[in-house]
């Protein structure tokens, strides 16, 4: 299905490519300049804010990227690891700095029909 959107948007996704510091977990590009990566990690990962701090600026720029996106897989109660993400990049922002964007994604278990409980 990515195929199809990218062969219609004139887009190219590449899995794990890797220009010289490892591989970003994705690379997308619609000609040579606007190229975005994309890396996930889990939020139970110790290395979360190194991944966002150093791993994922390494990457921009071996791959010549001008954004970068840093998906954070909720996995457990904590939002600890998270928000020392989300505190950093405010930090960077308010500097001036370039910054990735965060998404954060709830992929915690739930149990189908959990959610209208409260109700």
Do not use: W
Request: a negative charge; glycine letters at 6%.
């Amino acid at each position: 299905m990515a195929d199809s959107y990218c062969a219609a948007n004139n887009a190219d996704l590449s899995r794990e490519p890797n220009a010289g510091n490892g591989p970003v977990d994705f690379k997308l590009s619609a000609g040579y300049k606007a190229r975005v990566l994309v890396e996930l990690k889990k939020s139970d990962n110790p290395r979360l804010l190194h991944g966002f701090e150093t791993q994922l600026p390494a990457y921009e720029k071996s791959e010549a990227s001008e954004r970068s996106i840093y998906v954070i897989l909720r996995v457990t109660e904590s939002e600890a690891g998270i928000k020392d993400v989300l505190t950093l990049r405010e930090k960077m922002v308010a500097a001036g700095r370039k910054a990735p964007e965060v998404v954060v994604i709830d992929a915690r278990f739930q149990l189908p029909g959990l959610e209208t409980l409260g109700d």
